[in-house]
């Protein structure tokens, strides 16, 4: 059998890796992560030691999910593992030079987004219908962003790709602005629910507008300027979000318990819910 001499998935790994090492910026924004998903870790461990109903426990789990998902998802990149080099199409500003794209944050937004809006549906007391429907377009939406960030063939078929994306996104946030308020006001959680909703709907602009600004987009930001912005954001969309999450369903776990009116499985059990 005759092997080549290097494999797709290994060809650019240490060539990504090399090129991250020599930015120290770029690194930077990778490691820091690094090191506060380790700490958000052991600090929601501890948070959670004394949850014990199902449905705060489920809520506790999917945002212990988010910093877990993210430490594999920062390793994955400072490694080079999910970092490629595109060769952009024409009409790019950047057209026909090799970019440094970071692939797998898009992959890996797949898996740590639909916890968040677990986490969020849960504490607003959803039904099962409006949280399958926002998760599966929050996965559409991270599917099709990835598209976008790897399309070489066509610039403008890189911004359909947003735009798809972007449809998905206003899926999102319709749930979380006009849905979910009035859920959480019902299951009486709407204190918390309006503040970390309004963390989430605020932060989580800002990722589109990278992808536009940065190398992806219109490259007015350079690689490790945009790193930074998601970096960024994900310190506070992640670990701030899941501390204050945590820490008000530590202190409120009676609220919790009781909810589950309309998914089932709380103090309600199946009762009907006319909305
Ligand atoms: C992309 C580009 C295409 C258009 C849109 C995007 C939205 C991304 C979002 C990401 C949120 C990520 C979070 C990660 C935490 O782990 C894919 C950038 C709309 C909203 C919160």
Redesign the pocket.
């Known amino acids: 059998m005759s092997v080549p001499s290097t494999t797709p998935l290994q060809a650019s790994q240490s060539e990504a890796l090399d090129a991250i090492q020599a930015d120290v910026l770029f690194n930077a924004s990778l490691w820091v992560n690094i090191a506060l998903a380790g700490v958000a870790i052991l600090l929601f461990v501890y948070m959670g030691r004394a949850v014990e109903s199902p449905r705060a426990r489920l809520i506790w789990v999917a945002t212990l999910l ?1 910093p877990l998902v ?1 430490l594999s998802s920062y390793v994955g990149l400072a490694s080079g593992l999910t970092v490629g080099f595109l060769e952009m199409p024409a009409g790019h500003p950047l057209a026909g030079e090799l970019v440094l794209t970071p692939w797998g944050r ?1 992959l890996t ?1 797949t898996l ?2 639909p916890m ?1 809006l677990l986490a969020l549906g849960l504490l607003a007391d959803t039904d099962l219908a409006t949280l399958f429907t926002v998760i599966t377009m929050d996965v559409a ?2 599917v ?2 990835l598209a ?1 960030a790897l399309i070489t063939s066509s610039y403008a078929l890189r911004w359909v790709f ?1 735009g798809i ?2 449809a998905f ?1 206003l899926a999102v946030l319709y749930v979380l602005l006009v849905e979910w308020p009035d859920h959480a006001a019902a299951a009486g959680t709407n204190e918390i629910f309006g503040t970390l909703k309004l963390l989430t709907v605020v ?2 602009l800002g ?2 507008l990278f ?1 536009a600004l940065g190398p992806s987009g219109i490259a007015v930001l350079g690689p490790a300027l945009t790193s930074w912005g998601y970096s960024a ?2 310190i506070v ?2 670990y701030v979000f899941a501390y204050l999450l945590l820490s008000w369903v530590a202190d409120n776990e009676g609220a919790v318990a009781n909810a589950g009116v309309r998914l089932g499985g709380g103090a309600e059990g199946t009762a009907a819910v006319d909305d």
Do not use: E, H, N
Request: overall charge neutral; glycine content about 4%; hydrophobic content about 50%.
């Open positions: 988010v993210s898009y937004w740590s987004t968040i939406m991270c099709t962003g976008a947003f994306s972007s996104f932060l989580w990722y589109p992808w954001l994900d969309a992640k």
